[in-house]
């Protein structure tokens, strides 16, 4: 088997079909499309039975709620394929995407490819650094555009508790990777849900996102850290914890306008008093995130 699909199902009932159509019309045979309801209480299951009895690539699993990453790894134990990829049940991908990624990736071990909002460059790396800092990877550490090597799942799985899963995984496989392909083709069409974890997140959540971030080893330059610098005033300011953000001195020439005035005000007076006035700040401005 070439290729594995890993499509998690929960509660997607009006977007599902538009989903699969899009996955099933990949002019690829040699593909397996793995179906995981997470005993959805809506009419999903009956509809991946539906599907699976229209497809012979397509297979289902059924199982208790569990959670995202639950039923990803769920999929993963089911696939076959030397290429696994994952799509999430309410968005789309291009039509005759697969064959195209798949000559592209070559002997990669990962490939990750454009999204609808989001076009990355056309380069193939063998220095980690480099692409996790070259192309800002840690604000696109989705699992869902990318094409792995099956066998670096090996040993890894996504985390049952937690959330912002892919913050804690993407960076485990990267890490196991010697070449990292990125392309502009594409595309992946993201669903932006008003009622998603990234835009309704909270205090307990975005701890978790920092935490993953803090834990994940990867290399750290001065824009990456004040990317956790917001997301650090955002947990104190919900949850009145402590900083767990280490300390940083950064470079102000590496920065230009607010970004450049937030780095003098960090520099001068340190991420426990930003994290005050910040939080003082939005007694009368709703704050945006990052």
């Known amino acids: 088997m070439k290729l594995s699909v890993v499509i998690p199902v929960y509660k997607v009932e009006n977007s599902l079909d538009r989903c699969l159509d899009s996955v099933v019309q990949q002019p690829i045979a040699d593909m397996e499309i793995i179906l995981v309801d997470d005993g959805s209480p809506d009419s999903c299951p009956q509809m991946c039975d539906d599907w699976a009895a229209k ?17 990803r790894n769920a999929g993963i134990a089911m696939a076959t394929g030397e290429i696994i990829t994952f799509v999430d049940s309410d968005d789309m991908i291009d ?69 912002f899963e892919d913050v804690y995984t993407t960076p485990k496989l990267l890490q196991k990777a010697t070449k990292i392909v990125t392309t502009s083709k594409g595309f992946y069409h993201y669903s932006n849900n008003p009622q998603g974890i990234t835009l309704q997140a909270g205090g307990k959540e975005l701890s978790m996102l920092l935490e993953g971030n803090l834990q994940n080893g990867m290399p750290m330059d001065d824009a990456y850290y004040l990317y956790l610098v917001n997301i650090q005033m955002d947990v104190v300011e919900q949850t009145n914890d ?49």
């Open 55 to 71: 497809d012979s690539r397509i297979q289902v699993i059924h199982q208790n709620n569990r959670g995202l990453s639950y039923a």
């Open 242 to 290: 402590s900083i767990t953000l280490p300390k940083r001195h950064l470079n102000i020439w590496n920065f230009t306008g607010k970004k450049k005035i937030k780095v003098i005000l960090l520099n001068l007076l340190g991420i426990s008093i930003l994290c005050k006035l910040s939080k003082i700040l939005h007694l009368v401005k709703k704050p945006s995130r990052w």
């Open 95 to 163: 039509a005759n995407l697969y064959p195209d990624l798949l000559n592209m990736m070559g002997n990669a071990d990962i490939l990750e490819y454009s999204i609808a909002n989001r076009t990355l460059p056309d380069c193939v790396y063998t220095d980690l650094t480099s692409y996790w800092l070259g192309t800002q990877a840690y604000l696109h550490t989705y699992s869902w555009n990318k094409l792995y090597k099956r066998s670096l799942f090996t040993g890894i799985h996504f985390p049952v508790d937690k959330v």
